[in-house]
């Protein structure tokens, strides 16, 4: 019990803060971390090509949704060239103890545009004012392709090819969790002594297989780190790099 008041409290020091993407996680990868029952979350983000939105809610202690519209732009100024929108969700199926991690199960754009679709299982583990997300992803953020799909044992379905066109194409039901292959990703979470200041730093599998069409897209290296900052309980600020050439910002 006294463990359990400790790990779960939402002091600002250790509070979990959202991913690029308004999910919480680390910079690009997302963590087995939920927040309170009733928390909402209004954020806006960037990192090349994209600007997020989001708004996401904690609809029950294991569930979080979350509504997304991702804008692809060249500029921060100029107006979007297209739009890719989607419902990412996540929930957590084991909640942490003293000996073993919390463990999530979450897609991003379940419903939605494929663009971002992602389906994923990881896992956080605290160790003092370090908090460690590891797992595996298929689609979007799994593209690297770092071994076979395991799904693949259970029926062929699982399988098969997963395109990531940029034309206005819908996710759906059927594209859960397949793919020739999966990635892995991972990272920690440091909590510095400063009050609500964090370090966080993740390499993902995300190959960036639609973006290499845009003209002058460069693929950034699959590491990114940053600093994230929660002045109060309401706000989070978050800056860092992607890949040693790529700023990404956070708001929420």
Same mark, same amino acid.
């Given at each position: 019990p006294e463990y359990k008041k400790i790990k779960f409290s939402a002091s600002r020091?250790?509070?979990?803060?959202?991913? %690029?993407?308004?999910?919480?996680?680390?910079? @690009?990868?997302?963590?087995?971390?939920? =927040?309170e029952k009733g928390t909402v979350r209004i954020g806006v983000s960037t990192n090349d090509p994209y /600007?997020?939105?989001? @708004?996401?809610?904690?609809?029950?202690?294991?569930?979080? /949704?979350?509504?997304?519209?991702?804008?692809? /732009? #060249?500029?921060?100024?100029?107006?979007? !060239?297209?739009?890719?929108?989607? @419902? =990412?969700?996540?929930?957590?199926? /084991?909640?942490?103890?003293?000996?073993?991690?919390?463990?999530? $199960? *979450?897609?991003? #754009?379940?419903?939605?545009?494929?663009?971002?679709?992602?389906e994923y299982l990881t896992f956080s583990k605290r160790f003092k004012n370090f908090d460690v997300t590891g797992g595996m992803a298929w689609g979007r953020l799994g593209s690297a392709g770092h071994m076979k799909n395991p799904l693949r044992a259970i029926a062929p379905h699982f399988g098969k090819t997963r395109s990531y066109d940029s034309q206005l194409s819908s996710q759906d039901m059927n594209k859960w969790f397949t793919g020739e292959d999966v990635g892995f990703f991972g990272g920690v979470e440091?909590?510095?002594?400063?009050? *609500?200041?964090?370090?966080?730093? !993740?390499?993902?599998?995300? =190959?960036? %297989?639609?973006?290499?069409? $845009?003209?002058?897209? =460069?693929?950034?290296?699959?590491?990114?780190?940053?600093?994230?900052?929660?002045? $109060? !309980?309401? $706000?989070?600020?978050?800056?860092g790099i992607m890949g040693g050439d790529k700023i990404m910002a956070r708001f929420s």
């Open positions: 020091r250790t509070a979990p803060s959202t991913n %690029i993407t308004g999910t919480l996680g680390l910079n @690009i990868a997302p963590s087995a971390r939920m =927040d /600007v997020h939105s989001f @708004i996401g809610f904690q609809l029950a202690k294991p569930l979080y /949704v979350s509504f997304r519209q991702t804008s692809e /732009v #060249s500029s921060l100024t100029a107006s979007p !060239d297209a739009f890719y929108p989607g @419902i =990412d969700f996540k929930l957590r199926l /084991v909640e942490e103890t003293a000996t073993r991690p919390a463990i999530a $199960i *979450g897609m991003d #754009s379940a419903f939605g545009h494929k663009r971002m679709a992602s440091y909590f510095t002594p400063i009050q *609500g200041l964090s370090l966080k730093a !993740d390499y993902g599998a995300n =190959d960036y %297989i639609a973006e290499n069409t $845009i003209s002058g897209f =460069d693929t950034p290296a699959p590491w990114a780190i940053s600093l994230n900052y929660t002045p $109060i !309980d309401q $706000i989070s600020l978050s800056t």
